[in-house]
């Protein structure tokens, strides 16, 4: 288990990161050898995403997984990157904000500096849960890491855009509460429009992370327009799955194997993960 003098200089530096103008670019992971190829291609850090994470171990995503599993395959992630690693919790794995605390205290137990806490609601009466109450999932997560003597950065997802729940305004109404509560950075994923996304930079007072895939703005412009953090979320894994599915649709239907040309090389792959941490 990392100790926690390494915990905090992880964290510190993850902190860092964090510059508007000069994004923190993260092509999420799912397991510990896209981690692997994730950190070998030059990224400063790993993010997890919570999707990707699901599916690889067989569950839907959207608070389907338990946290014992998810946090076994954060820390087999943690464990195999010497770079800092974000993991994404979904709502936190957890009923209440006391449960949210002993996640956090998990996923420092795990490895990870980072958090991505959501507020979409799964199964309830709406489809975010309500300001006050997010508020207070966050604050329970920034307790429980202070308690610990890590830096842990916080970062509350708001699905305004993702699930159709509001604008700038209302987006700004939650960053502003959940700042409030502790959290470090905002991310707003489906917000991509550059004028929403220099609304949000410039009305937020904390790093503003955005979703990206085929069709967003390059991370040039979201730089120019005040961004922090750009992630893939699950759209690498989404991509390789694709890949999966179209090299088995070829062997299967035509007995041919065209699909898997460019493909990792054995020896390149097996020689990365016996590199690993």
Do not use: C
């Amino acid at each position: 288990m990392t100790n926690q003098n390494t915990l905090r200089d992880r964290a510190l530096a993850f902190r860092a990161l964090h510059v508007p103008g000069r994004p923190l670019v993260l092509p999420n992971a799912w397991d510990a050898a896209s981690a692997r190829i994730v950190e070998d291609a030059g990224a400063a850090a790993v993010a997890t995403t919570s999707a990707g994470l699901a599916w690889a171990l067989g569950v839907q995503d959207g608070d389907k997984l338990d946290r014992e599993r998810a946090l076994e395959a954060v820390a087999r992630i943690t464990a195999s990157v010497g770079v800092p690693v974000s993991a994404d919790i979904e709502s936190g794995f957890a009923q209440d904000a006391e449960g949210v605390a002993d996640t956090v205290r998990a996923v420092l137990a795990a490895g990870a500096v980072g958090v991505n806490i959501e507020d979409a609601l799964y199964g309830g009466a709406g489809v975010l849960r309500p300001v006050a109450e997010q508020a207070e999932r966050i604050a329970a997560a920034r307790a429980a890491a202070d308690t610990e003597g890590v830096p842990l950065f916080v970062n509350a997802r708001i699905d305004t855009y993702l699930r159709g729940a509001g604008g700038v305004d209302a987006t700004l109404e939650r960053a502003a509460a959940f700042r409030a509560a502790g959290a470090d950075g905002i991310f707003v994923p489906g917000a991509v429009e550059p004028g929403t996304v220099k609304e949000l930079a410039d009305g937020i007072d904390a790093p503003l992370n955005v979703l990206v895939g085929p069709g967003a703005p390059a991370v040039a412009e979201l730089a120019a327009l005040g961004v922090a953090r750009v992630s893939a979320g699950s759209g690498i894994a989404l991509a390789a799955y694709a890949v999966v599915r179209r090299a088995a649709r070829e062997l299967l239907d035509t007995g041919t194997y065209d699909t898997q040309t460019g493909g990792l090389g054995y020896g390149e792959l097996n020689s990365l993960l016996a590199r690993g941490r």
